[in-house]
């Protein structure tokens, strides 16, 4: 399946600190999505990539993707506490389906 | 959060039981899925619909069937549960076109004894 796979599976740093998480996938994409889940909780869209972009911004998040590597990055600058979350990505094969990977659990430790 | 509802949040049943969960969507979307979240195996497609009466497997749908009879409630239906559907059972609903969002339910927590 076209799974993505979340690195790394774990990350603590302290507040302020930048947080990188890559994704890598398996074969061509539409587009790319990232989801973040707070414990216990639902997942909630952060940002989307489409496969003609290399490169997005959201606030404090920056989404990368090369899709010659089948590889996305996303960056969570200045972290917060409040970042403390799983964070998961998402390739969207078709229109239809997603497949998730594990996720990487960051801790922001205040 | 987006009107989304899944009923129950919580289940314990036993094992051989019939369990059926529901979602609920006040948004008029066009595509459900049905989801479990396992530790160490992330959100995984049990079954997902694209419309009403429309639906289609996902990767782990073995045990599982669904139905749609609403645009409005998709049915997830466990018809002999056993220890290994013991899960968190996420629904998602999602507008149609590449690149739109999906939107999750809350949950539901579910313990087959």
């Known amino acids: 399946s076209q799974q993505g796979e979340e690195d790394p599976q774990a990350l603590s740093i302290q507040e302020g600190e930048n947080a990188t998480m890559n994704c890598s996938y398996k074969?061509?994409?539409?587009?790319l999505q990232w989801y973040r889940q707070n414990s216990g909780r639902g997942l909630v869209h952060l940002i989307l990539i489409r496969s003609n972009e290399r490169e997005k911004h959201s606030g404090r998040l920056r989404v990368t993707l090369d899709t010659s590597k089948k590889s996305s990055s996303l960056l969570i600058t200045a972290s917060r506490a409040a970042d403390t979350a799983s964070y998961f990505c998402?390739?969207?094969?078709?229109?239809?389906?997603?497949?998730f990977g594990s996720g990487t659990k960051l801790n922001v430790k205040p | 959060d987006a009107g989304i509802t899944q009923s129950p949040r919580h289940k314990v049943t036993e094992t051989g039981t019939p369990v059926t969960l529901r979602c609920h969507q006040t948004?008029?979307?066009?595509?459900m899925y049905w989801y479990r979240q396992d530790p160490g195996h992330g959100l995984r497609l049990i079954h997902y619909s694209y419309g009403v009466k429309d639906t289609d497997k996902g990767e782990v749908s073995d045990g599982y069937s669904v139905s749609r009879s609403k645009t409005e409630d998709f049915l997830l239906t466990l018809e002999s549960a056993t220890s290994s559907q013991t899960s968190v059972y996420f629904c998602?609903?999602?507008?149609?076109?590449?690149?739109?969002?999906?939107?999750f339910g809350p949950g539901t927590r579910l313990l087959v004894l």
């Open positions: 998402a390739p969207e094969e078709n229109f239809n389906k997603f497949y």
């Open positions: 948004e008029n979307h066009r595509y």
């Open positions: 998602a609903i999602r507008e149609a076109g590449e690149g739109e969002t999906q939107y």
């Open positions: 074969t061509s994409i539409n587009n």
